[in-house]
């Protein structure tokens, strides 16, 4: 799903539907409303996004990732013979 609408994409997006749902909570900058999207994902990529309902929620949740307080779990899909059921990767995740 698209989350912010642009061209191409100009309804439909999980903006729209946010906006739809929560307009009179959503956290807001300088008087105008903004769809409480705390974080983001890159194109093509799934996951969880957290949406904030109002200012202090968003307040709140933008520290704790910044503070890196969130704990993230990310699960790998493989294909062959794994050796171990399960492994810990303790490093920064980046593209090779």
Do not use: F, W
Not at 31 to 36: D, K
Not at 63 to 83: C, D, P, S
């Amino acid at each position: 799903m698209v989350v912010h609408p642009a061209n191409g994409n100009p309804d439909g997006t999980l903006v729209n539907a946010i906006m739809n749902i929560c307009r009179d909570t959503l956290s807001g900058i300088g008087g105008e409303i903004r769809p409480g999207i705390v974080h983001r994902l890159d194109k093509d990529t799934s996951g969880v996004i957290i949406v904030a309902k109002n200012d202090n929620a968003h307040i709140d949740i933008s520290n704790q990732i910044k503070n890196r307080t969130v704990k993230k779990t990310y699960i790998a899909l493989v294909r062959g013979n794994v050796k171990e059921n399960e492994a810990s990767i303790d490093m920064p995740i980046r593209k090779v």
